[in-house]
């Protein structure tokens, strides 16, 4: 059975970092499309980013592009979310997800069967 848990969130100021990770457990993650989405309070839950099997092509939301890193190091079976330049409005809980199916095609959380619990990051002026 896959599981994900999350850790790394907190609190910090604006144009603070902070690393998300996820460890996978039931799978080998390098087999995985896997994924990262936050939901704010009192908005959908979206796509931030995601790495397929092979690292080949990340894809990113594009108000992250630029400042948010996903990673993958298989041999721990985790994937990280460097988050830098923090924004207020990058609050929210973030959630790690996956399929079994390599490839990412899409960050919709509707093709993601496996999440984790959330990590709330708050991010303060």
């Known amino acids: 059975q896959v599981q994900l848990v999350e850790s790394g969130g907190g609190s910090v100021q604006v144009g603070g970092s902070l690393r998300l990770s996820c460890v996978v457990s039931g799978y080998f993650a390098n087999h995985m499309c896997v994924g990262w989405f936050r939901q704010a309070p009192g908005k959908e839950r979206e796509g931030v980013a995601m790495i397929p099997a092979g690292d080949e092509t990340t894809d990113y939301v594009d108000s992250v592009k630029g400042r948010f890193t996903i990673s993958r190091d298989g041999a721990k079976n985790m994937v990280y979310l460097q988050m830098n330049s923090l924004k207020v409005e990058d609050t929210a809980i973030y959630y790690c997800?996956?399929?079994?199916?390599?490839?990412?095609?899409?960050?919709?959380?509707?093709?993601?069967?496996?999440w984790g619990q959330g990590t709330q990051v708050t991010v303060s002026s």
């Open positions: 997800a996956a399929r079994t199916l390599g490839y990412c095609d899409t960050l919709s959380k509707n093709s993601f069967p496996y």
